[in-house]
Nanobody, 120 residues
């Protein structure tokens, strides 16, 4: 069993910054891609950013230039640095990871989510 635990969500004013963290634990051999998704009230869950094991990144157009995804493979952790936050960024942010937990055991896992609220 693999668990993803997010932290760092908070209430912040427009233009402010937050840094989200997600730590994977459990039966882990290798973590391939990791990513962040978000879901605003009444909206579909959407991709925010992804990062491969080799460090290749991909961002949604709405956050490009403002958000930065990174990872620390030794700590099984992925981060999302969010700068110049806007009210439209308000959502529950979810961590996602593709995990190889055994020679033939590969799965996709989600965290519980962390609330980010951008408001004046």
């Amino acid at each position: 069993q693999v668990q993803l635990v997010e932290s760092g969500g908070d209430l912040v004013q427009p233009g402010g910054s937050l840094r989200l963290s997600c730590v994977a634990s459990g039966s882990i051999f290798v973590i391939n891609a990791m990513g962040w998704y978000r879901q605003a009230p009444g909206k579909q869950r959407e991709l925010v950013a992804t990062i491969t094991n080799g460090g290749s990144t991909n961002y949604a157009d709405s956050v490009k230039g403002r958000f930065t995804i990174s990872r620390d493979n030794a700590k099984n952790t992925v981060y999302l640095q969010m700068d110049s936050l806007k009210p439209a960024d308000t959502a529950v942010y979810y961590c996602n990871a593709d995990v190889l937990s055994g020679r033939y055991a590969f799965g996709n896992y989600w965290g519980q989510g962390t609330q980010v609220t951008v408001s004046s």
